[in-house]
């Protein structure tokens, strides 16, 4: 059973630029949150997608956007790259339904996308 | 805005030794993770609480949620050098059964052999 997956590993982009990550969730899961990790720092939600629309955003500007599609799986699109978006991109995915006290908000991470904006 | 502060930043420690690592908020949250990274990797989740005073045990690590759901500690019994990561706090904000996570500052544990 594959976990969550994350392609590419690293990208190397310039300002102004603009950059599609992807992720393929852990079978069986049909949410996927995405998540910035700045270095040193702990992750920062950006939005999270259920049944192919945007059901939460965090404190992120609109250069950032996302898509989910039938099978789960997710992009996420950044326009106009600052260098300040340098970052691991973290994707997790996670299961509506099920018993809450045992699937409460538990969250299956990829490996991440490392992006580095020159 | 909804903020976890972890503490210490970072733990240095021989083999064998304990520690207690600290998740702290001024505000309330609907279910608690502790999370341990290592470089070029996601974070994997240890353990998920979701009762106020909620205590559970992996092993040599134990996890406790605060009774009043805003804060939680790790300890960890007999450090090895495998437990050298860094550990993340992560609270569960809402009610649905997949809220988003607000993480914390992280604690970078280093275990010397």
């Known amino acids: 059973d594959a976990g969550v997956t994350q392609s590419p590993t690293h990208l190397i982009k310039t300002r102004g630029q603009q950059v599609t990550l992807r992720c393929s969730p852990k079978?069986?899961?049909?949410?996927v949150s995405w998540y910035q990790q700045a270095l040193g720092q702990g992750p920062q939600f950006i939005f999270q997608y259920y049944e192919e629309e945007e059901r939460q955003r965090g404190n992120f500007p609109d250069r950032f956007s996302g898509h989910q599609f039938p099978n789960y799986s997710s992009e996420l699109n950044v326009n106009a790259l600052l260098l300040g978006d340098s970052a691991l991109y973290l994707c997790?995915?996670?299961?509506?339904?099920?018993?809450?006290?045992?699937?409460?908000?538990?969250?299956?991470f990829g490996a991440g996308t490392r992006l580095s904006v020159l | 805005t909804q903020l976890l502060e972890q503490s210490p930043q970072f733990l240095s420690i021989q083999e064998g030794e304990n520690l207690t690592v600290y998740c702290n908020s001024s505000s309330v949250f609907s279910s608690l993770q502790w999370y341990r990274q290592e470089p070029g990797e996601g974070p994997v989740l240890l353990v998920t609480v979701v009762t106020g005073g909620e205590v559970k045990k992996l092993k040599r690590l134990t996890f406790q949620f605060g009774d009043a759901r805003k804060d939680s500690s790790l300890h960890i019994t007999a450090a090895q050098p495998g437990d050298t990561g860094l550990y993340l706090c992560?609270?569960?904000?809402?009610?649905?059964?997949?809220?988003?996570?607000?993480f914390g500052t992280g604690t970078r544990l280093q275990v010397f052999p």
């Open positions: 997790a995915s996670s299961a509506q339904g099920g018993e809450w006290w045992l699937t409460k908000n538990i969250q299956y």
């Open positions: 992560a609270g569960g904000v809402g009610e649905n059964n997949t809220d988003k996570l607000i």
């Open positions: 079978s069986g899961h049909d949410t």
